[in-house]
């Protein structure tokens, strides 16, 4: 196998990918991941360039550590902060006129992010957590990948949504007695917005 570090071959294989979805979504995200900056540290090998008939995408080496930010809504752009990097990223309706594509935050709910302080409650929360290794698997998209969440009016979260190395959502959850507030469908419009924004595809 292959590894592609070019970052023509890179850009070159997004759009090949691009044009099998939704076969290639999980290799898909992965490259798009890579070609924005790569926060997971991922690589992608291929049987054969240009003409390959496998591609694999996986962690690459030794994984960076360290605190690389959270995805926050700072007026009408999208910033997300990976060590070296800071990408602005307009994104229509979010906060304007049109809200969330429709969808506005209940009342005294409003549109924030999580922090390295609330992965005990994601790990107690996930279907999959509840030890060790889950809790850093949580740490590790927290720390590296957007996420939305829902923060009540003192600031705890209510509602959220993380995505993982593949660009898709991987913990989405609302605490009990929130639910059937249309929190979910709000975290959920936010996050496909940003997604969509930073040329990932969306969906339903």
């Given at each position: 196998m292959?590894?592609?570090?070019?970052?023509?071959?890179?850009?070159?294989?997004?759009?090949?990918?691009?044009?099998?979805?939704?076969?290639?979504?999980?290799?898909?995200?992965?490259v798009l991941n890579i070609n924005r900056g790569n926060p997971g540290n991922f690589e992608v090998l291929v049987d054969k360039w240009?003409?390959?008939?496998?591609?694999?995408?996986?962690?690459?080496?030794?994984?960076?550590?360290?605190?690389?930010?959270?995805?926050k809504r700072k007026g009408d752009t999208v910033p997300w902060h990976v060590p070296g990097k800071d990408w602005e990223v307009p994104v229509e309706g979010?906060?304007?006129?049109?809200?969330?594509?429709?969808?506005?935050?209940?009342?005294?709910?409003?549109?924030g992010s999580?922090?390295?302080?609330?992965v005990d409650l994601l790990n107690d929360t996930w279907p999959y957590g509840g030890n060790a290794r889950s809790r850093r698997y949580l740490a590790e998209?927290?720390?590296?990948?957007?996420q939305v969440c829902l923060q009540d009016s003192s600031g705890q979260p209510v509602a959220w949504v993380l995505t993982d190395h593949f660009g898709t959502g991987t913990?989405?959850?609302?605490?009990?007695?929130?639910?059937?507030?249309?929190?979910?469908?709000?975290?959920?419009?936010?996050?496909?917005?940003?997604?969509?924004?930073?040329?990932?595809?969306?969906?339903?």
């Open positions: 292959k590894i592609l570090t070019c970052p023509a071959h890179l850009q070159r294989l997004e759009g090949i990918l691009r044009k099998s979805l939704p076969l290639a979504l999980p290799v898909f995200g992965a240009p003409e390959f008939g496998a591609v694999l995408a996986r962690p690459s080496g030794e994984v960076a550590s360290g605190d690389m930010g959270n995805c979010i906060g304007g006129a049109g809200g969330y594509w429709g969808r506005v935050p209940a009342p005294g709910v409003r549109v999580l922090s390295p302080s609330h998209i927290l720390g590296r990948f957007p913990h989405s959850y609302t605490l009990p007695e929130q639910r059937r507030q249309g929190h979910m469908q709000v975290a959920l419009t936010v996050a496909a917005q940003r997604a969509h924004a930073r040329g990932f595809p969306t969906f339903g």
